[in-house]
């Protein structure tokens, strides 16, 4: 790792690195402070697509974590870009919120259920047994299966939830058809990242807290990863995976004298 170039645009995770249990990392509203005044491009990335890049600027500027909407790329903008590149200006069965159907609509897309080229799979706080069935009968029609991201589970201040990954696997078992997850691991999710901020892999670092995403996604895309142990991975998990970060650190606050 000492041979890699100096880190001149950075990416990292928001839950588990920026935010814990609704609440900021001790140390990372300085953090947010000295990355934007450093003048390196950066942008947070989440897999979660139930929200719009401004919703999520608005959520963390509660918290004193001012973050500008375009520094902010989520699953939903990465699964449009990638529909759009693969088939523009085609038609889509969304389920999932404003998140997604905002970024679907930003790309041109059509969203219908008469004949979709694609189903589209993303986070929602209430999923519709009616949606759901849907989506069923229309893969099994012939339209494509999208889910914006693999998660099985997804956080709360009650405990876990289940999230996109979960209702996946129940309609892939009742279609036999598997989806293609565009958010992380896919390093397509960094790639599109990358291409974002016109970042390199060479010169970039991929912050997060779970060796199954963050650190996974990153290293597959070329990138330096840092896990910070503020969210799911401890450093005594990170020893059971058969690939390592190129450092492990207790949080974000241990990375503002490198800004």
Known sequence: MSDRKAIESWLTDMDGVLIHEGQPVPGAPDFVRKM???????????????????DLQARLARMDLHVPEESIWTAAL?????????????????IGEAGLTTAMHAVGYVLSDYSPDYVVLGETRTYSFEAITKAVRLINDGARFICTNPDPTGPSTEGALPAAGSVAAMIEKATGVTPYFVGKPNPMMMRSALNTINGHSESTAMIGDRMDTDILCGLEAGLETILVLTG????????????????????????????
Do not use: C, H, M
């Open 36 to 54: 934007r005044a450093s003048g390196k491009p950066f942008l947070v990335l989440t897999n979660n697509s139930i929200y719009t890049p401004r």
């Open 78 to 94: 990465a699964t449009a870009q990638f529909l759009s590149d693969q088939r523009p200006g085609g038609s889509a069965y969304v």
């Open 232 to 259: 799911i991975s401890t450093r005594a998990e990170a020893e059971r995976y058969p690939y390592r970060p190129s450092r492990i650190i207790d949080s974000v606050a241990d990375l503002i004298d490198e800004l």
